[in-house]
């Protein structure tokens, strides 16, 4: 083995797989979209100059040490940003660089650490700007170091809600409310596997002490019903949901705000693993990822998946099983034997078995109800890059359409630049209930992964 | 423009950028988002059916923040880290310039 | 859970979708349309050219194979400046040009039909086809053309290169004029295949995606339905192999004969959506240009032997771009959005296998389209139910049948 491994996705997964290899001397080539490494979770601000004391002292230590600790690797890694991954083969990835020009990366070992990006759940409204997901909203509190604008309402579910609350309000900004989805007697049933992560757990629970403190209330079993304004956002209707998260037209409330932040859950980016035919599987919660063993392999060997490509865990497990990753590599090249190799791995499959148990609890009471689908009307954009309203989806499930292809072809939902990341998750759900099986294809991701200029092709061969 | 929103204030020497024409002060390495978020822009595109979109997904997903940079449309605010002297024009689409009826 | 019909039909591509619709509208007849997803669908994949000239004559999604064939005839001869090898022209024989100019002639009625009765637009576009000529070879290749087909001088139209920017203005000004084919249209070819399948099921057609067929039943010396995994047996009198790429199998299956329909792989690339660009449609040599309906340029086309994979590659969308940027220069600024590749079904004549098979009662074929499936389509499920009402036909089906590939050699 020659080539250094390439790993695709800086963020915490990806920083991890790099330091794990550069700690045994183990160079490697990181390729990141964004102009500083980190992911969403640990980015850190774009400026200079930022005391990121608002984002909570357990996270600035964190995100410290972990470009710390990356800092020490430097030499060993040969960082490519603001360069994106757009297409890949069984030999090499295409990346689209910094002077927007396309070149190829060869590459005998991968880790794929593509992250996820958020779900998006259609209701009335949801297209006025001042309408946001949660992590894009933290993105901007984070990164970004800029504060939504007027009082903001969050709604959604799992313990992002909570967080993204409190670090807003630290921020200085208004948070009108927060708005749980699920009854808190289903957050109380999964108590016992939440200790499992008993810090978070805690730190979950000094967030709803700090949001009472501050006069933030917490609205459990309530959800989004619409969104409304002239041009840009100014009102949201809430209401309570039922267990199937039927909303309670008859018991609606007002709010007025100028940001809302829905949030949803997650659905892993699996352009890539996908584009490389790797074997793929459906989640519980109905999104595809890539399949991948104890060592993180893929089907084929000497590709990996790190963080949640392979299913959505968050940044602790993303770092960890890029360090699995990373040490199935090192045992390929021959840098550890089996039994160094076994040892280290089984230390961090330990450390992920706890926050396994915790994400499961989370799943459980973060299950999205079978009503959701029915939050837009008929004339709701589901598909905003190609206009397709509810009323289309509706009309080609009737005439029988069964998959994603043919739903796309009947409709052009996720024809359009965003390629049905945010279509996908709706039109899947809908398909599923339909035909009642449990794979309806999902969207076929072909080169390139984003829009790139014809002007990208310029020193391209077009000899194989 | 004046930047109304940032948690905390730029650091010394800010570069100048124009927003429809207008001077705003940005910080390097920050995102023509981040400075759109910070004057409370939020109508930044108009998609190729006329709809006007805002800031949605913040990171690259959802091509809902393309604005016109330099003269080169569909371009993500998200994605785009500022320069000095950069032009960025909002609710900029070439095939679509109209509010539809 | 078996079942009955009529009529099966192997494939809902845009072949066995017309011949499911231009059956369905007798009334009186239980028809089933079965079809399995496989990777590269050819329907989905196409461009939707209407090209009944352009097709006919090796332009549109036949000029790449047309170069390789030149560039082969220049390497046999040594380096020579030997640009277009006359004596292999790549013209189809005058049946093709039929076929192709009847089926052409039906659209305009057929997109009004299906509008009306069903509520489905297949986006029906006069836009004419132009060759552009942007060097002498291309020029040689333009008066040959002209050259075989005087018959439809009245279709044909020379521009200059001043009536090529006046109507193509995009076009790069170093060309030096372009051929035009003034009755070669264009259509969506996926919303095609969804509106002969939707009319087809509100006529009463009972449709059955993701359903392979995996045998074929036979009784008394005739072909009496298929097997399907999901659905079980479907009885029936008359099977129609519509079955695209993968038809040579199910003739296998059917006549114990096989026929020569391999995959042939074809790469596209699309633009995002652009304002009015391109007048009409566009070919030159080295790929073919349709602005869609919706603004979206679709550039085409490989011609590719590799069985049936369907991923896309880097150096032929790398020169498919540069081609295509070559003849319009404004593309350099806008941005691909997806590329993808389907597979023709390919037959060696370049011809399509349709009409029934000897000694086997109760089959047809309706496959082999090849590059033109879009096109003749139309006039493919016409020709399908008036053969198996054994009805007066609107052309001769002899050089289409299957039995071309099985002659026996006859001594002289």
């Known amino acids: 083995m020659s080539m250094r491994p390439v790993i695709v996705g800086g963020g915490s997964a990806g920083m991890a797989a790099a330091i794990e290899l550069a700690n045994e001397g183990v160079g490697s080539v990181l390729i990141d979209e964004a102009s500083r490494p980190g992911g969403v979770v640990f980015r850190g601000p774009l400026r200079g100059g930022v005391d990121v004391g608002y984002l909570g002292a357990r996270y600035s230590k964190a995100l410290g040490k972990l470009h710390a600790d990356f800092a020490t690797c430097a030499r060993h890694i040969d960082l490519r940003l603001n360069s994106r991954v757009v297409g890949a083969d069984n030999q090499s990835l295409m990346m689209l660089d910094e002077q927007e020009q396309l070149q190829p990366v060869g590459y005998e070992q991968l880790v794929l650490a593509a992250g996820c990006h958020e779900r998006n759940v259609p209701f009335p409204g949801w297209t006025l700007p001042g309408v946001m997901l949660l992590g894009g909203l933290q993105l901007q509190i984070k990164s970004n170091v800029v504060k939504p604008l007027g009082r903001t309402l969050i709604a959604g579910t799992g313990p992002l809600l909570p967080l993204v609350a409190c670090q807003l309000h630290a921020a200085g900004a208004k948070v009108t409310g927060v708005f749980e989805a699920c009854a808190f007697s289903r957050i109380a049933r999964e108590t016992l596997a939440l200790m499992n992560k008993p810090q978070l757990f805690l730190d979950g629970l000094s967030m709803l002490g700090y949001l009472k403190l501050h006069g933030i209330p917490m609205h459990y079993g309530w959800g989004v019903v619409a969104a409304r304004g002239e041009g840009e956002l100014s009102e949201v209707s809430v209401a309570p949901y039922d267990q199937a998260w039927q909303a309670d037209l008859k018991r609606v409330q007002r709010e007025s705000v100028q940001t809302l932040a829905v949030g949803y859950g997650f659905i892993p980016r699996t352009q890539l693993s996908q584009q490389l035919g790797l074997a793929h599987g459906y989640s519980a919660d109905g999104y595809l990822r890539a399949e991948c063993n104890a060592w993180q392999q893929s089907n084929v060997p000497h590709i990996h998946l790190a963080g949640d490509m392979a299913g959505i865990r968050g940044g602790e497990a993303a770092m960890l099983t890029g360090r699995i990753a990373a040490v199935s590599i090192l045992h390929q090249r021959g840098v550890l034997n089996a039994e160094q190799a076994i040892e280290r791995r089984e230390r961090y499959l330990g450390q992920l078995a706890g926050i396994g148990r915790f994400r499961s609890g989370v799943e459980r009471y973060t299950a999205r109800g079978p009503a959701q689908v029915e939050l837009p009307q008929a004339d709701t954009v589901i598909c905003r890059c190609e206009q397709v309203t509810r009323e289309a989806i509706d009309l080609a499930l009737q005439q029988g359409v069964q998959d994603m292809a043919g739903l796309k072809m009947r409709t052009r939902v996720s024809m359009g ?48 | 423009m004046e930047r109304t929103l940032d948690i905390q204030p730029l650091a010394a020497d800010p570069i100048t950028l124009h927003i429809n024409g207008s001077p705003v002060n940005a910080a390097p390495g920050e995102t023509v988002l981040s400075v759109l978020n910070a004057v409370g822009l939020r109508q930044l595109a108009r998609n190729d059916h006329g709809q006007v979109s805002g800031a949605f997904c913040g990171m690259g997903v959802c091509h809902c923040c393309l604005v016109a940079i330099d003269g080169r449309a569909k371009r993500r605010a998200c994605q785009t880290v500022v320069r000095p002297g950069m032009r960025v024009e909002t609710l900029v689409n070439p095939i679509c310039s109209e509010v539809p009826a | 859970m078996n079942k009955t019909y009529d009529i099966v039909i192997a494939g809902a591509g845009v072949i066995g979708a017309s011949c499911a619709y231009q059956l369905s509208k007798r009334g009186n007849l239980r028809i089933a349309l079965i079809d399995d997803k496989r990777p590269g669908n050819a329907t989905r994949a196409s461009a939707g050219g209407l090209w009944a000239i352009g097709e006919s004559v090796g332009l549109g999604c036949g000029v790449i194979f047309f170069r390789m064939l030149s560039s082969q005839a220049k390497r046999q001869a040594h380096g020579a400046a030997v640009a277009v090898d006359s004596s ?146 479907f009885h029936c009198n008359t099977l129609i192999n519509a079955a695209g790429a993968w038809a040579a199998e199910l003739s296998e299956w059917a006549t114990g004969l096989s026929i020569p329909v391999k995959p042939v792989k074809g790469q596209i690339v699309l633009t995002e959506r652009l304002p009015k660009l391109l007048n009409g449609c566009i070919t030159t040599s080295d790929c073919y240009m349709a602005q869609k309906d919706n603004g979206e340029i679709l550039i085409g086309s490989t011609t590719e032997e590799k069985g049936y ?16 940027t070559r003849c319009v220069p404004a593309l350099a600024d806008v941005n691909l959005k997806r590329t993808w590749a389907g597979l023709r079904p390919g037959s060696p004549d370049e011809l399509p296998i349709l009409g029934p098979v000897d000694d086997m009662p109760g089959y047809f074929n309706a496959c082999g389209h090849f590059r033109t499936g879009i096109l003749t389509s139309a006039i493919t499920g016409v020709m399908l139910d008036k053969v198996i009402h054994d009805e007066a036909l609107p052309l001769d089906i002899t050089p289409f049948l299957a039995r071309r590939f099985h002659k026996v050699a006859t001594p002289a």
């Open chain 1, 417 to 464: 630049d965003c390629q049905g990341r945010m279509c996908v998750g709706y039109c899947s759900d809908r398909l599923r209930a339909a035909t009642g099986r449990a794979d309806v294809g999902w969207l076929r991701p072909r080169f390139p992964v984003d829009p790139v200029p014809f002007s990208a092709f310029k020193h391209l061969g077009t000899e194989a």
């Open chain 3, 88 to 233: 292999t022209p790549h013209i189809l024989p005058q049946c093709f040009f039929e076929l192709a100019l009847q089926s052409n002639a039906l659209y305009p009625q057929l997109h009004q039909e299906l509008i009306e009765r069903h509520g489905m637009d297949f986006k029906f576009e006069r836009t004419g086809l132009k060759y552009v000529i942007q060097d002498d070879e291309d020029q040689l290749y333009a008066e040959h053309i002209v050259r075989h087909i005087p018959h439809l001088q009245a279709q044909v139209r020379w521009l200059d290169r001043k009536a090529l920017r006046e109507t193509e203005p995009a076009v790069t000004d170093q060309a030096n004029g372009a051929l035009e084919f003034l009755c070669d249209h264009q259509v969506s070819p996926y919303r095609l295949g969804d509106a002969y399948m939707e009319a087809a099921r509100q006529n009463g057609v009972d449709l059955y995606l993701n359903t392979p067929v995996t045998g074929v039943l036979h009784q008394g010396g005739r072909v009496k339905g298929v097997r399907t995994a999901q659905a079980g047996d």
């Open chain 3, 309 to 324: 994979d369907v991923t896309t590659t880097f150096p032929e969308i790398s020169s498919l771009v540069q081609g295509a």
